[in-house]
């Protein structure tokens, strides 16, 4: 059993059932950027923003699931990235919804994000 979608199923519901909603980061649509190194059934998703850059590891998935990135889970955020650790959610809601919109043909897939991924569905 995989307890990272299990908890990220769990929590979803949590924040659905008391009306929270993920952090919007307007500036994030205006500053941020993508860039994508495709390497057979994988590569490297860059994000930059503002002078900080990191990049993801990603791999193209089987009948369902289009593609799963590696993301660095809350503990490893600030080190990695750069970012405040209170960014993370609004910054990996960007991403999942850049690549779908960049990398997919009907821009309709759906996405879930766990501590440690972003599973991105057809």
Not at 40 to 66: A, N
Request: glycine residues 8%; hydrophobic residues 40%; neutral net charge.
């Amino acid at each position: 059993m995989n307890w990272g979608f299990l908890g990220a199923a769990l929590a979803r519901a949590v924040s659905a059932a008391a009306g929270t909603k993920y952090p919007e980061l307007p500036e994030l649509s205006r500053n941020s950027a993508l860039t994508y190194a495709e390497e057979g059934r994988g590569g490297r998703i860059f994000y930059s923003r503002e002078g900080k850059q990191f990049s993801m590891y990603f791999e193209f998935g089987g009948p369902s699931t289009v593609a799963l990135i590696w993301i660095p889970n809350k503990s490893e955020w600030v080190a990695q990235t750069g970012l405040p650790l209170l960014q993370r959610d609004a910054v990996l809601h960007f991403i999942a919804r850049q690549v779908i919109a960049d990398k997919t043909s009907t821009r309709q897939n759906r996405y879930e994000i766990s501590d440690d991924c972003i599973t991105i569905f057809d």
